[in-house]
C-alpha cells in the first residue's frame, strides 16, 4: 500500500526556531512536494524535488529551505520560523510520467 | 496570472446529485484534477482529466472543456460520508507534475 508519512502531526515552536519538517515516502517516487494549506487561500506549493539533491522553488519558496539527500526523504526547513509561517504543511509524492500524487497527513505547525 | 476558482461551500441532501464547478487560468495546461480531503485527513486522488468530455467512475464523475477552461465534478447518490473539501487542481505540464491547487470547496451532506 501506497505510504507518505510526515514525521510530525502536530508542532508548536518559538518564533526563531529552526525546524525541520521531514517526509518519507515507500513507493520509489522521482517526485516530492511540500504545500501549505492555509484556509481561504487553498494548497500552495513551496518547493520540489525531481530527484536526489535536486529542488526548485515553487510559488511561495521565502522563509523555507529543502533537503533531499535519499531518495525516499524530503526535508521542509524553516531557518527562522516565524508566526506567518504557522500553517497545515503538506507533503507529497509521484512517479514522473505518472498523474496521481500521494499526499501525507500534514503537519499542523504553530509558531508561537 | 494564474487563477483557480470554484465555490468555497456547498450543501446537498443524502441521495442527491450535486454539481461542484471549477474554472481556471492557467499558464500552461497538463491536466486537471479532483482531489477529496477530509478534516484532518491528506487529500485523497478522485480523477483526471486532460482530454475534453466526461469521466466517469463510479458514484463519480468529471468533466473538462479545456476552451472554456472549465471543468466539474459530479456525485451521485450522495451519502454522508462524501461531506468533505472537493480540490479542483491544473498541472503545468512537465514530468513533475506541479499543481496548482483551488482553495477548496466544502460540500456538507444532510440527511
Known amino acids: 500500500d501506497v505510504k507518505v508519512t510526515q514525521s510530525s502531526r502536530y508542532l508548536v515552536k518559538r518564533t526563531g526556531e529552526k525546524v525541520f519538517l521531514e517526509c518519507v515516502q515507500d513507493?520509489?517516487?522521482?517526485?516530492m512536494f511540500w504545500y501549505r494549506q492555509d484556509p481561504g487561500l487553498g494548497l500552495r506549493l513551496i518547493y520540489f524535488?525531481?530527484?536526489?539533491?535536486?529542488?526548485e522553488k515553487g510559488d511561495i519558496p521565502e522563509g523555507y529551505s529543502v533537503s533531499r539527500e535519499k531518495k525516499e526523504r524530503f526535508s521542509l526547513i524553516l531557518e527562522s520560523a516565524s508566526t506567518n509561517q504557522t500553517s497545515m504543511y503538506l507533503c507529497?509524492?509521484?512517479?514522473?510520467?505518472?498523474?496521481?500524487?500521494?499526499f501525507g497527513q500534514g503537519t499542523r505547525l504553530t509558531v508561537v | 496570472g494564474q487563477n483557480i476558482d470554484q465555490p468555497t461551500e456547498m450543501t446537498a441532501t443524502e441521495g442527491a446529485i450535486v454539481q461542484i464547478n471549477c474554472t481556471y487560468q492557467?499558464?500552461?495546461?497538463?491536466?486537471l484534477f479532483w482531489y477529496q480531503q477530509h478534516a484532518g485527513e491528506a487529500p485523497t486522488f478522485l480523477s483526471y482529466?486532460?482530454?475534453?468530455g466526461l469521466e466517469e467512475k463510479g458514484r463519480f464523475s468529471s468533466f473538462l472543456s479545456r476552451s472554456k477552461g472549465y471543468s466539474y465534478l459530479l456525485l451521485k447518490e450522495l451519502q454522508m460520508k462524501d461531506s468533505a473539501s472537493y480540490l479542483c487542481?491544473?498541472?503545468?505540464?512537465?514530468?513533475?507534475?506541479?499543481?496548482?491547487f483551488g482553495t477548496g470547496t466544502l460540500l456538507a451532506v444532510q440527511p
Open positions: 507529497a509524492s509521484s512517479l514522473s510520467g505518472q498523474v496521481e500524487a500521494f
Open positions: 513507493m520509489d517516487h522521482e517526485n
Open positions: 524535488s525531481y530527484d536526489v539533491k535536486m529542488k
Open positions: 492557467t499558464s500552461g495546461f497538463n491536466g
Open positions: 482529466n486532460v482530454l475534453d
Open positions: 487542481a491544473v498541472s503545468r505540464g512537465g514530468a513533475t507534475n506541479k499543481l496548482i
